[in-house]
Nanobody
Framework: QVQLVESGGGLVQPGGSLRLSCAAS????????MSWYRQAPGKERELVAT????????NYADSVKGRFTISRDNAKNTVYLQMNSLKPEDTAVYYC??????????????WGRGTQVTVSS
């Protein structure tokens, strides 16, 4: 059974930091690109950061570049999102995603249930 379980969310003051974790099970973690998405109330889900299967490449949304860092530990089947200099506009539910494209027309795509991050004074 595939599971992605996020943790580490919470309430933090502007300028503060949080580290999100996503523990994966039920699939070959090291073969999947991993991403963090977020969805704020009334807004569409947006991609925050992605890391390739071996961890050699990362990409970030412009809004979080220089503040957030995605990393992974394939030995622990876990992906992380270090969030620094948090802003109120970072408030959202953060979701973990695992993706593996096996052909031009087929991919495996798994989602966690999300963890709430609230940035407020």
């Amino acid at each position: 059974q595939v599971q992605l379980v996020e943790s580490g969310g919470g309430l933090v003051q502007p300028g503060g930091s949080l580290r999100l974790s996503c523990a994966a099970s039920g699939f070959t973690f090291r073969s999947y690109a991993m991403s963090w998405y977020r969805q704020a109330p009334g807004k569409e889900r947006e991609l925050v950061a992605t890391i390739t299967s071996a961890g050699g490449s990362t990409n970030y949304a412009d809004s979080v570049k220089g503040r957030f860092t995605i990393s992974r530990d394939n030995a622990k089947n876990t992906v992380y999102l270090q969030m620094n200099s948090l802003k109120p506009e970072d408030t959202a539910v953060y979701y973990c995603n695992a993706n593996r494209r096996v052909s031009p027309s087929y991919e495996y795509d798994f989602w966690g249930r999300g963890t709430q991050v609230t940035v407020s004074s």
